[in-house]
């Protein structure tokens, strides 16, 4: 139950509208939203300094990344029960947590480090914040399957 809680906080930084905010502004790593006259327009992210296109698509293929190895370590485990002996049963589900943790903390030090430098206004949104709470318990999952496997054993 837990690791599909951790799935669906890493979906949710993943496609959400708010890495970083202002009044009239909320930006995540796909578009951003422009508040005008009271009405949310989409936006593409501007090019150039401010969102290199490189650093952008690393945060994107992170981010989706990190689901990814979320859903395959739901399926390893779900599959680990029925076919693998006590000693290593946790075993795998724990690197595919553990790769999961890896690429959602790489995407959100890169929003960190490159994004949003030289703004002297705004501030990070729940997304952005989603996606370390995210690292942190995906981290704690991983070490919890690894310490099963070592108490079953």
């Known amino acids: ?17 708010a890495w970083w ?3 009239n ?14 009405v949310w327009n989409f936006t593409d992210l501007p090019t150039g300094s401010h969102y290199p296109e490189d650093y952008l698509q690393a945060v994107q293929a992170s981010s989706i990344l990190a689901c990814i190895f ?3 370590g739901i399926f ?3 599959a680990q029960l029925f076919t693998l002996e006590k000693g290593n049963r ?12 890896l690429c959602i903390m790489i995407a959100a030090s890169i ?9 002297n206004f705004g501030w990070y949104g729940h997304c952005y914040i989603l996606a370390w709470i995210s690292f942190a318990l995906t981290f704690i999952s991983s070490i919890i399957y690894f310490v099963l496997r070592k108490k079953v054993a």
């Open 111 to 119: 929003y960190t480090d490159r994004f949003h430098l030289d703004e």
């Open 90 to 101: 946790f075993t795998i589900s724990g690197i595919f947590q553990l790769l999961a943790c």
């Open 1 to 17: 139950m837990i690791v599909f809680m951790f799935l669906m906080l890493q979906q949710h930084q993943t496609c959400c509208i």
């Open 70 to 72: 979320s859903i395959l």
């Open 76 to 78: 390893v485990f779900v």
């Open 21 to 23: 905010m202002t009044d």
């Open 25 to 38: 502004m909320s930006t995540d790593v796909w578009g951003r939203w422009l508040q005008t006259n009271g």
